[in-house]
């Protein structure tokens, strides 16, 4: 089974553009969620989406976006790109949602994005 | 915020058991500990999980204490390619984001 994929690897933006990343799920998970990660401040949650609907969103600003698509794909779009914006974009699949579901549900992260903002 | 604490590193040499400590002293009722590990290059990867009773599995096993204030990760045989960040987290009881901490950095020497 493929596991996630994401793409594309690596992203060279300046500041004030905006980015589109992309997110393939393993085959039958339903929730996707992101992840960035600074040296910084680590890994921290930016949201999670079940059958198309964002269910749950961490402390980023509107800047940061996602949608997910019928098929469980997933993309989340970073809007006027700031220096502080670069890191490794991680993805997440697994099969529930988390929010009222058990809580031993485990997840599988994709290799990430290393978006640089110039 | 993360609720468990880690230390910053460990250093083990190949072939010997690792012991990886964590602290979740204000861990809730129903908090699953999951622990991940972060090769370099790489996102993280799912190691092991538990609520109460020891768990074992083929990467390593978790031991829990009894008042689940604490937990230890064991590799029972640390390879090199056991060095990585390992992140003890607590599954929030609301069922929401992993909440990773700082981890502890474990190196292996040959």
């Known amino acids: 089974k493929a596991g996630v994929t994401q793409t594309p690897r690596y992203l060279i933006k300046t500041r004030g553009q905006q980015v589109t990343l992309s997110c393939s799920p393993i085959s039958g998970h339903r929730s996707v969620s992101w992840y960035q990660q600074t040296p910084g401040q680590g890994l921290q949650f930016l949201f999670e989406?079940?059958?198309?609907?964002?269910?749950n969103k961490g402390n980023f600003p509107g800047r940061f976006s996602g949608r997910q698509f019928s098929n469980s794909r997933s993309e989340m779009n970073v809007s006027t790109l700031e220096l502080g914006d670069s890191a490794l974009y991680l993805c997440?699949?697994?099969?529930?949602?988390?929010?009222?579901?058990?809580?031993?549900?485990?997840?599988?992260f994709g290799s990430g994005t290393q978006l640089s903002v110039l | 915020d993360a609720k468990t604490t880690q230390p910053n590193s460990m250093e083990s040499n190949e072939e010997e058991p690792v012991h990886l400590p964590c602290n979740h002293s204000?861990?809730?009722?129903?908090?699953?500990i999951h622990w991940y590990r972060q090769l370099p290059s790489q996102g993280p990867e799912y190691v092991i999980h538990g609520l109460t009773s020891n768990v074992n599995n083929r990467m390593a096993s978790l031991a829990i204490a009894e008042d689940r204030k604490s937990s230890t990760l064991i590799l029972h045989r640390a390879t090199l390619r056991d060095a990585a960040v390992y992140y003890c987290i607590l599954r929030d009881q609301a069922g929401t984001a992993l909440i990773f901490g700082k981890g502890t950095t474990l190196s292996v020497s040959s």
């Open positions: 204000t861990i809730s009722g129903t908090d699953y």
């Open positions: 997440a699949s697994s099969q529930t949602w988390s929010l009222g579901q058990t809580t031993n549900e485990k997840l599988f």
């Open positions: 989406y079940f059958s198309e609907t964002q269910r």
